[in-house]
């Protein structure tokens, strides 16, 4: 049997012409998914909650909401599914907007 000498990460390779992955989002959408995530953590109360609704790691709930690493495509589908709105609400950034008072800034409870 062989040994593994070195450590080797095995990625997909980029489709031809391509410089991102298929899955990543913009700078705009990251921050969309990110403020998406605090409106539901506010509104739930607790980033567990979110983070066992959504079927992810609390630590990873956590981290994204505090900016520390950046959200998937599949979390923005998941907080989606959760919210009861489409995707493209969350990557635009409607789901945070419609959760938040324009005047006060305070959350608005969902009905």
Partial sequence: MAILRVAKVWRRPLAKGSKAR???LDAEQRKNVMAALRAIIAELGDAR??????????WTVRRVARGECKPSAGLAVR????????????????????????????????A
């Fill in 22 to 24: 298929l899955d990543d």
């Fill in 49 to 58: 909650a979110v983070a066992r609704a959504i079927g992810v790691n609390d």
């Fill in 79 to 110: 907080l989606a599914k959760l919210a009861g709105v489409s995707v493209e609400d969350v990557l635009s950034g409607r789901l945070a907007q419609e959760r938040v008072c324009p005047s006060c800034g305070q959350l608005i409870p969902h």
